[in-house]
C-alpha cells in the first residue's frame, strides 16, 4: 500500500475522530439551556441533538468547500499532507484539553488556527490565502458580537410581548417551547460544525490526489455527519453546566431566547459559508439575553475565563500545530 493511502486513511481516522470531539464538546450549545431549565431530561436532549446534529451536517456544504479552498493554499506546501495531520493532532489536543477543563473554548478556532500554524511552519505565509483567511477570522470575531446584539433585541421584544401575562404560566408555556428550539439549535450546529472536518477530509484527498474538483463527496458528509452526532450522543456534562448555569440563571424564556437568537445568527453564516463558532455564538447569545434582563442577572467573570480562552485559542493552537509540524516532518 501506497504512503498516499495510509496517510489519507489516517488523516479520515484523526478528521472524524476531531468531529466525534467535536460533537461531545459543543453537545452544551444545543442543549445547555434545555436541560438547565428542566425542559428536557439530559438523555432525551441528547437524543434531540444528536438526530438534529446529523440531519444539519448532511443539509449543507458552504462551510466545507471554506475550510477546503479559503485558508491555505495548497498548491504553494510541498507536503500538504503532513500539514492536514499536524493540524487535526493539534486541534484534537486544544479541544481535549478545554473539555477537560469545562472551558466552552472554540473548536472552529482550534482547527482553523491550526491548519494556519502548520501551514505557515511549512511553506511560510505564502501559503495562507490571505483574502479568504481574513474574511473567515472576520466571521468569527463578529459572530459572537452579532449574537449578543440579536440576544439582547429578541428577549427586548419578548420581554414586552408577554409583560402582563402570569409568569408561571408563561415559563411553563416557554417551557414547552424549549424542546423545539433545542431542536433548531441542534440543526444550525450540525450546518456549520460538522462541516469542518468535511472541509478537512477534502483537503486531504486534494493533497493526497485523490479528487481534483474540491467538491464535498457524499460519503464525507455522511461520514462526519455520523461522527459529529455519535459524539453529541456522548454529552459533554462539563461544558453543559458552564453553559446553562455559570453564565447566567436560565429560565425557560431565557432559553427559548438565547436558542432563537444563536440559531439565526449561525443558520446566516451557514447560508454564506462562513464557519463560526458555535461556542461563541451561544454564550454571546445568553449573555445578550442576561443583559436584557437584567445587568446583574450576568456572572460576568464566567464571561471574561471565556473571552480569555477565545482570544488565546487561535495563537496557542498555531503554535501547537507548527510545532507538531516540524516533528513530523522529521519522521514522516
Given at each position: 500500500m501506497s504512503t498516499s493511502?495510509?496517510?489519507?486513511?489516517?488523516?479520515?481516522?484523526?478528521?472524524?475522530?476531531?468531529?466525534?470531539?467535536?460533537?461531545?464538546?459543543?453537545?452544551?450549545?444545543?442543549?445547555?439551556?434545555?436541560?438547565?431549565?428542566k425542559a428536557l431530561t439530559p438523555r432525551r436532549a441528547i437524543m434531540i441533538a444528536s438526530l438534529m446534529n446529523f440531519i444539519g451536517a448532511v443539509a449543507f456544504t458552504g462551510v466545507a468547500k471554506t475550510i477546503a479552498k479559503d485558508i491555505v493554499n495548497l498548491d504553494a506546501i510541498?507536503?500538504?499532507?503532513v500539514v492536514i495531520l499536524a493540524a487535526l493532532v493539534s486541534a484534537i489536543a486544544w479541544?481535549?484539553?478545554?473539555?477537560?477543563?469545562g472551558i466552552p473554548s472554540s473548536s472552529s478556532h482550534a482547527l482553523i488556527g491550526s491548519l494556519a500554524g502548520a501551514a505557515i511552519a511549512a511553506a511560510g505565509t505564502?501559503?495562507?490565502?490571505?483574502?479568504?483567511?481574513?474574511?473567515?477570522?472576520e466571521s468569527l470575531i463578529?459572530?459572537?458580537?452579532?449574537?449578543?446584539?440579536?440576544?439582547?433585541?429578541?428577549?427586548?421584544?419578548?420581554?414586552?410581548?408577554?409583560?402582563?401575562?402570569?409568569?408561571?404560566?408563561?415559563?411553563?408555556r416557554f417551557r414547552r417551547l424549549q424542546a423545539v428550539t433545542a431542536a433548531i439549535q441542534a440543526f444550525a450546529?450540525?450546518?456549520?460544525?460538522?462541516?469542518?472536518?468535511?472541509?478537512?477530509?477534502t483537503m486531504a484527498l486534494v493533497s493526497n490526489g485523490f479528487d481534483k474538483s474540491g467538491n464535498i463527496p457524499l460519503w464525507v458528509q455522511v461520514c462526519c455527519a455520523t461522527a459529529m452526532?455519535?459524539?453529541?450522543?456522548?454529552?459533554?456534562?462539563?461544558?453543559?453546566?458552564?453553559?446553562?448555569?455559570?453564565?447566567?440563571?436560565?429560565?425557560?424564556?431565557?432559553?427559548?431566547?438565547?436558542?432563537?437568537?444563536?440559531?439565526?445568527?449561525?443558520?446566516?453564516?451557514?447560508?454564506?459559508?462562513?464557519?463560526?463558532?458555535?461556542?461563541?455564538?451561544?454564550?454571546s447569545s445568553i449573555m445578550g439575553v442576561g443583559t436584557a434582563y437584567r445587568v446583574k442577572a450576568v456572572k460576568?467573570?464566567?464571561?471574561?475565563?471565556?473571552?480569555?480562552?477565545?482570544?488565546?485559542?487561535?495563537?496557542?493552537a498555531a503554535s501547537i500545530s507548527a510545532v507538531i509540524f516540524m516533528l513530523m516532518n522529521i519522521f514522516i
Amino acid at each position: 500500500m501506497s504512503t498516499s493511502y495510509i496517510t489519507l486513511a489516517f488523516t479520515i481516522i484523526l478528521a472524524l475522530s476531531f468531529d466525534f470531539i467535536n460533537g461531545f464538546h459543543d453537545t452544551a450549545n444545543a442543549i445547555a439551556t434545555a436541560v438547565s431549565t428542566k425542559a428536557l431530561t439530559p438523555r432525551r436532549a441528547i437524543m434531540i441533538a444528536s438526530l438534529m446534529n446529523f440531519i444539519g451536517a448532511v443539509a449543507f456544504t458552504g462551510v466545507a468547500k471554506t475550510i477546503a479552498k479559503d485558508i491555505v493554499n495548497l498548491d504553494a506546501i510541498p507536503n500538504g499532507a503532513v500539514v492536514i495531520l499536524a493540524a487535526l493532532v493539534s486541534a484534537i489536543a486544544w479541544n481535549l484539553i478545554t473539555w477537560y477543563f469545562g472551558i466552552p473554548s472554540s473548536s472552529s478556532h482550534a482547527l482553523i488556527g491550526s491548519l494556519a500554524g502548520a501551514a505557515i511552519a511549512a511553506a511560510g505565509t505564502a501559503s495562507i490565502n490571505f483574502k479568504g483567511f481574513i474574511s473567515i477570522i472576520e466571521s468569527l470575531i463578529l459572530s459572537p458580537i452579532l449574537a449578543f446584539g440579536v440576544g439582547y433585541i429578541v428577549f427586548t421584544i419578548i420581554k414586552q410581548i408577554f409583560k402582563n401575562l402570569n409568569l408561571s404560566k408563561t415559563n411553563r408555556r416557554f417551557r414547552r417551547l424549549q424542546a423545539v428550539t433545542a431542536a433548531i439549535q441542534a440543526f444550525a450546529h450540525g450546518t456549520n460544525d460538522a462541516q469542518k472536518s468535511m472541509g478537512i477530509i477534502t483537503m486531504a484527498l486534494v493533497s493526497n490526489g485523490f479528487d481534483k474538483s474540491g467538491n464535498i463527496p457524499l460519503w464525507v458528509q455522511v461520514c462526519c455527519a455520523t461522527a459529529m452526532a455519535l459524539g453529541t450522543s456522548i454529552g459533554g456534562w462539563r461544558i453543559i453546566k458552564t453553559v446553562g448555569t455559570q453564565i447566567m440563571k436560565i429560565k425557560p424564556v431565557n432559553g427559548v431566547a438565547a436558542d432563537l437568537s444563536s440559531a439565526l445568527v449561525i443558520f446566516g453564516a451557514s447560508k454564506f459559508g462562513l464557519p463560526v463558532s458555535t461556542t461563541h455564538v451561544i454564550s454571546s447569545s445568553i449573555m445578550g439575553v442576561g443583559t436584557a434582563y437584567r445587568v446583574k442577572a450576568v456572572k460576568w467573570n464566567t464571561g471574561k475565563r471565556m473571552i480569555i480562552t477565545w482570544f488565546i485559542t487561535l495563537p496557542i493552537a498555531a503554535s501547537i500545530s507548527a510545532v507538531i509540524f516540524m516533528l513530523m516532518n522529521i519522521f514522516i
